[in-house]
């Protein structure tokens, strides 16, 4: 059982316009949620987090939205850089101890 | 800052072989979790540790068992391995266990095993 879900694969944005990664979850008891974005041969890196208490946060040129009634969440980058491409990760924090992740979206920003 | 380092980089097992692989945690970071990722899939939560002592475990068979040190580094080990457990396993340290929210998982590269 999925708990959270990353339908899109994958997803290709030219370079200085917006980028824009789903999620969909299903337990509403979430407080969480997280962004990571993961390199080759890298560890996945933290990019931003939103409580289940807000609906929007921003840090630069990343925006996390969160919309409790559709259990949804998504994450903008404006602009977009070819730096960004690289494998993004949603997460939800279940309880104290875990994070569950999806399956992940591979960006690709052509130059 | 010392970040969260893992080793081996790379590992090769047979089936039915036992693996140990060792973490180090970020400075200051006193809570452990490991996570595996196989290919195409997101991290898997295996289990995690608080000073010393298993903290949650996730849908994971005994023959995955942990340590965390005093000094809060840590090992995986798996016993009696299955081709299934061919795999990216990902160390992550954390502030404290309590504030994983606010205090965001730091993951290391990863350990990549591969069974045959």
């Known amino acids: 059982d999925q708990q959270v879900k990353q339908n899109s694969p994958s997803l290709s944005v030219q370079e200085g316009r917006i980028s824009i990664l789903n999620c969909d979850y299903t337990?509403?008891?979430?407080?969480?949620f997280l962004w990571y974005k993961k390199y080759p041969a890298e560890g996945p890196t933290f990019l931003i987090s939103?409580?289940?208490?807000?609906d929007k946060n921003e840090d630069g040129r990343f925006t996390v939205f969160l919309n409790k009634s559709a259990k949804h969440l998504s994450l903008h980058i404006v602009p977009s850089q070819p730096g960004d491409s690289a494998v993004y990760f949603c997460?939800?924090?279940?309880?104290?101890?875990?994070?569950?992740f999806g399956t992940g979206t591979r960006l690709k920003v052509l130059a | 800052e010392t970040g969260v380092t893992q080793s081996p980089t790379h590992l090769i097992k047979t089936r039915g072989q036992q693996v140990t692989l060792r973490c180090s945690s970020q400075?200051?970071?006193?809570?452990v979790s490991w996570y595996q990722q196989a290919l195409g899939q997101g991290p898997q939560f295996i289990f995690q540790?608080?000073?010393?002592?298993?903290?949650g475990r996730g849908n994971f068979p005994p023959r995955f068992s942990g340590l965390q040190f005093p000094n809060y580094s840590s090992e995986l080990n798996v016993n009696a391995l299955e081709l299934d457990d061919s795999a990216l396993y990902l160390c992550?340290?954390?502030?404290?266990?309590?504030?994983?929210?606010?205090?965001?998982?730091?993951f290391g590269n990863g350990t990549r095993l591969t069974v045959t």
């Open positions: 540790y608080y000073r010393e002592e298993e903290n």
């Open positions: 997460a939800a924090l279940s309880g104290t101890y875990k994070y569950i």
């Open positions: 939103i409580s289940s208490i807000k």
């Open positions: 400075s200051g970071h006193n809570t």
């Open positions: 337990n509403s008891m979430f407080d969480y």
């Open positions: 992550a340290s954390s502030l404290d266990r309590a504030t994983l929210g606010h205090s965001p998982l730091h």
